[in-house]
């Protein structure tokens, strides 16, 4: 953690965090915030209103009760509108939020002290762009995904109108400086140009010539081939300097004792398999029966937290109605389910996690790496793919690529009990695992590269102020 310092010293920066939805973004700024607070600067925090989740609503209060020096920019989202490609409401919320980013303008012009930078969410950069150079502002994203995944999203306008270098049909994708890329790891969505989550992509992109700095949540040790085709590849034109801030730690949560830390507490060291996967992802009914029984076949303890929908809010269903109480009964000296949100952060800090069985979001991919936890990595949606593949690639995981993407095929129980078992025994695995938590100690902690890096941008933004 990094030493707090105190903030608000005269001739420190003031920045906008600002990002856009979804915890998985949400998260990332938070921490960066809490960060820069360390190190003495004016934070001031942007969100869009309504929020998607509740989650999400409950994150930013809490942030906000336990940092009062932030400032809370609050404004009003436009009503989002149907896509023809996708009903997800996290993207609708993208578009809204960039269409409504002229009532943010008039909220920032007269703040005081006035803003030295915006450190804005990707997935509306062009949008903010604007609003930045209106008020004559430095303007520098967070990648909220891996080093890997973005070098594809970067290199994508070079790639998406050729099939000859960009289709499904190919085996692997070839970006010259990395590894070739399985088609098979490339979210579907990303082949076609007219899809939201693509248009998103290919208009942020075209903003980065602008951009003062590309800050990301990963450290080099973990992605140097990613890096490195960041900050040199020519083909990318004029691209900023990429700025690698990672992992962000996370700020304490504190408050009361859980009552799963609880259960943790009476399990022996590395005996409990962590099961979660996310916060805007909910398995289908029959997937989460075959995940149950090979909890239950499997002779190891467990933590599975269970989400019914992907948006809170909706999320009516009791536990007992997604898990059968003959499971609860069968497994409740072994297991523990939750329903809703748990601090997972300190789940991944207890000595009693084994393993994790993850749907590797790149937040939780860094809060493993951070704690040395190995990960069997159960890829979904978007990113989540290249984010196993280089979970895997550090050695601290293991993935099975004909489980598919969400919903294309029913895994079963024998699959992932072997799995299972294979991630809590591999002795291999658990050795290097801990060795990626020093490497991500050693790039995260105060003193650590990450904190060399953000007091660089603070000097730069300093010196011209
Ligand atoms: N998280 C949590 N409790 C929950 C669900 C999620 O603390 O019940 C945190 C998790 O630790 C991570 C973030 O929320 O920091 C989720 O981001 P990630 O990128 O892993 O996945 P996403 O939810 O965006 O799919
Ligand atoms: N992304 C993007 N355009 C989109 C949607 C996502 O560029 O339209 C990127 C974005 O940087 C994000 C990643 O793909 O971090 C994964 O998307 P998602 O919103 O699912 O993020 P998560 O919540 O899983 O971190
Ligand atoms: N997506 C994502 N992360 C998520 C959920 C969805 O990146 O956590 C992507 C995914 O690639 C999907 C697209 O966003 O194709 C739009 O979501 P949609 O609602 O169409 O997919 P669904 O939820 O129906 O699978």
């Known amino acids: 953690m990094f030493s707090s310092k105190g903030s608000g010293t005269p001739n420190q920066p003031h920045?906008?965090?600002?990002?856009?939805?979804?915890?998985?973004?949400?998260?990332?700024?938070?921490?960066?915030?809490?960060?820069?607070?360390?190190?003495?600067c004016e934070v001031t925090l942007i969100t869009a209103k309504p929020t998607v989740s509740l989650s999400e609503s409950m994150n930013i209060s809490f942030f906000l009760s336990t940092h009062p020096e932030v400032k809370h920019v609050e404004f009003q989202v436009l009503p989002s509108e149907p896509h023809n490609s996708t009903d997800d409401p996290f993207f609708l919320q993208f578009e809204a939020v960039r269409r409504s980013m002229h009532l943010l303008l008039p909220l920032l012009s007269d703040l005081s002290p006035p803003l030295s930078a915006i450190f804005s969410d990707f997935v509306v950069a062009s949008a903010v762009h604007q609003i930045a150079a209106d008020l004559g502002l430095p303007q520098y994203i967070l990648i909220t995904t891996s080093a890997t995944f973005f070098s594809l999203m970067a290199y994508l306008p070079n790639m998406i109108y050729d099939p000859a270098k960009f289709s499904s049909l190919l085996a692997e994708v070839e970006i010259p400086g990395l590894t070739p890329v399985p088609v098979s790891s490339i979210p579907p969505p990303m082949f076609t140009p007219n899809h939201l989550f693509t248009s998103i992509i290919l208009t942020n992109i075209r903003a980065f010539q602008e951009v003062?700095?590309?800050?990301?949540?990963?450290?080099?040790?973990?992605?140097?081939?990613?890096?490195?085709?960041?900050?040199?590849?020519?083909?990318?034109?004029?691209?900023?300097?990429?700025?690698?801030?990672?992992?962000?730690?996370?700020?304490?949560?504190?408050g009361e004792q859980s009552q799963?830390?609880?259960?943790?507490?009476?399990?022996?060291?590395?005996?409990?398999?962590?099961?979660?996967?996310?916060?805007?992802?909910?398995?289908?009914?029959?997937q989460m029966?075959?995940?149950?029984?090979?909890?239950?076949?499997?002779?190891?303890?467990?933590?599975?937290?269970?989400?019914g929908r992907k948006v809170d809010y909706d999320d009516k269903e009791s536990l007992e109605d997604l898990?059968?109480?003959?499971?609860?009964?069968?497994t409740k000296n072994r297991?523990?389910?939750v329903k809703g949100w748990v601090?997972?952060?300190?789940?991944?800090?207890?000595?009693?996690?084994?393993?994790?069985?993850?749907?590797?979001?790149?937040n939780s991919v860094t809060e493993a790496a951070q704690r040395g936890i190995p990960v069997?990595?159960?890829?979904?949606?978007?990113?989540?793919?290249?984010?196993?593949d280089v979970v895997e690639k550090a050695g601290f995981g293991t993935s099975e690529r004909s489980w598919g993407w969400m919903g294309q095929r029913l895994v079963k129980q024998d699959e992932i009990q072997r799995k299972i078992d294979e991630l809590m025994r591999d002795e291999k695995l658990r050795s290097r695992a801990k060795k990626v938590g020093e490497e991500g100690k050693k790039a995260g902690n105060t003193g650590g590269s990450s904190e060399k890096v953000i007091m660089e941008v603070i000097e730069l933004l300093k010196q011209n102020m």
């Not at 990002?19 to 190190?39: D, W």
């Not at 898990?323 to 069968?330: G, P």
């Not at 601090?343 to 993850?358: D, M």
Request: net charge negative; glycine share 8%; hydrophobic share 45%.
């Open 376 to 388: 069997l990595a159960w890829p979904l949606h978007g990113d989540q793919r290249v984010n196993a």
């Open 323 to 330: 898990v059968s109480h003959s499971f609860l009964e069968r």
């Open 343 to 362: 601090k997972q952060q300190e789940i991944l800090a207890h000595p009693a996690i084994g393993g994790f069985v993850s749907h590797c979001g790149w």
């Open 335 to 337: 297991g523990m389910v």
């Open 15 to 40: 920045i906008a965090v600002f990002p856009c939805a979804g915890i998985g973004h949400l998260t990332p700024f938070l921490r960066l915030a809490s960060i820069l607070l360390s190190q003495n």
């Open 260 to 286: 799963y830390l609880e259960w943790l507490d009476n399990q022996p060291t590395e005996s409990v398999v962590y099961v979660s996967f996310g916060s805007r992802t909910s398995i289908s009914k029959e």
């Open 289 to 307: 029966i075959e995940l149950g029984d090979a909890l239950d076949r499997s002779e190891y303890r467990f933590l599975w937290v269970i989400k």
């Open 212 to 254: 003062k700095g590309i800050l990301m949540n990963t450290f080099h040790w973990f992605e140097p081939e990613a890096l490195s085709f960041l900050n040199n590849y020519k083909a990318l034109g004029s691209f900023p300097p990429v700025l690698p801030v990672g992992p962000l730690v996370p700020y304490e949560l504190g």
